[in-house]
């Protein structure tokens, strides 16, 4: 029996009395810089998607998985670079996870996870495209030599994370992602995993426990990922049957109430989401446009408010400046000495980050005051 739900027709994420701008009327933030990070197809790797991005030790590390031609065709590994300026110059290329006994293994994609002085990432196996097998952690080897990455086991079967885990008032780690059925089925279950310990056994908590929505449709890629205050958790997921789903924890991620429609365009794409030091909400996203996923923008509250009150242009059709565009797409943010960093794929060949000071995430665009 499939388990009821009272679904509101809207949860207001947007603050109401704020009109939410046009597309057109949308401006950078001041201050915001990018960089390309990593250009495919200057070796055999012509396929890039999925930036993850951490600061560890004063290091900044980027990853995300490669193929040599298409999505998780003939190979695929997760792949990277380190920084030791804050963005500003890039190591030589490294890799994380790899099939190197050619047992068609797909590694695919990788989150980290930076506590005390260990550095943790997490990468989906799978057996073909989308085929999860099972959530793996790699640590930094003691030498944190280029490479140096030790295999250190599954932590969660048939889960594909999504976001960088983070640790509740109580210590516990939530990593968002999705996760299937069972092995050989697609991940289009909406689900957090939650774990005490970086390498324990994660408790993979699913937001949908019959796997599919109230009028039984199935998320096709129920992208995942968390705002967390306390013991309150907001999850926020891909629909590619319209704006993005809002799903609700009050005991730190252990049980779940939603779907809840809201009312911002968040498109059909990976989004991330947190809360900056400012005590700003945010949440970086595809919002809908003429063109495919041309138009990245965040979102912020206002310091200690729930809701969005503000919306930024982060890329944005295609940059002369970088030689690439116009598609922007599956971001990964961190806060890092007084800059949000936000690592994203372009056009699913590059690896740019976005370094915006959080000084100018905070008020309303010019345009609007």
């Known amino acids: 029996m499939r388990r009821e739900y009272f679904v509101p027709e809207t949860l207001t994420l947007w603050n109401a009395a704020t009109p939410y701008p046009a597309n057109g009327d949308l401006v950078y933030p001041a201050g915001i810089e990018h960089t390309v990070v990593h250009r495919a197809g200057r070796d055999k790797y012509r396929f890039l998607h999925d930036c993850a991005i951490v600061a ?3 290091v900044l590390f980027a990853a995300w998985y490669n193929c040599p031609e298409g999505e998780i065709v003939g190979e695929s590994l997760i792949r990277g670079r380190r ?32 506590t005390g002085d260990d550095l943790f990432a997490y990468v989906s196996t799978m057996t073909g495209h989308d085929l999860v097998v099972s959530c793996e952690a790699f640590k930094l080897g003691a030498s944190g030599a280029l490479s140096d990455w030790v295999p250190c086991g599954t932590v969660a079967p048939l889960f594909l994370p999504n976001a960088t885990p ?3 008032d109580d210590g516990t780690f939530l990593m968002a992602g999705r996760c299937a059925e069972r092995t050989g089925q697609l991940p289009m279950i909406p689900a957090v995993a ?23 449709r199935s998320l096709k890629y129920p992208e995942t990922t968390l705002v967390v205050e306390g013991a309150d958790v907001t999850a926020f997921v891909r629909n590619d049957h319209g704006f993005a789903l809002l799903f609700l924890s009050t005991d730190g991620g252990r049980t779940w ?8 365009p968040l498109g059909a794409a990976k989004m991330c989401s947190g809360i900056l030091s400012t005590g700003q909400r945010y949440v970086v996203f595809n919002t809908p446009s003429d063109g495919y996923r041309d138009l990245l923008t965040i979102a912020v509250s206002r310091p200690g408010e729930r809701e969005f009150s503000t919306v930024w242009k982060v890329a944005h059709g295609f940059s002369e400046v970088l030689g690439c565009g116009s598609e922007w797409s599956y971001p990964c943010a961190l806060e890092h000495n ?10 699913k060949h590059h690896c740019v980050v976005a370094r915006i000071p959080v000084a100018s995430l905070i008020g309303f665009p010019p345009s609007r005051e």
Not at 91 to 107: C, L, T
Not at 194 to 216: F, T
Not at 257 to 264: D, L, V, Y
């Open 56 to 58: 560890h030790n004063g």
């Open 338 to 347: 007084g800059m949000l960093l936000i690592a994203y794929t372009s056009e």
């Open 83 to 114: 920084s030791a300026d804050d963005g500003s110059t890039w190591s030589g290329v490294e890799v994380i996870a790899a099939d190197r006994d050619g047992k068609g293994v797909f590694y695919v994609p990788v989150q980290f996870l930076s």
């Open 166 to 168: 983070v640790k509740t």
């Open 194 to 216: 939650r774990s005490k310990a970086p390498l324990g056994d994660w408790e993979v908590v699913r937001l949908l426990p019959e796997g599919v929505l109230p009028n039984g």
């Open 257 to 264: 109430r939603g779907p809840f429609e809201q009312n911002m």
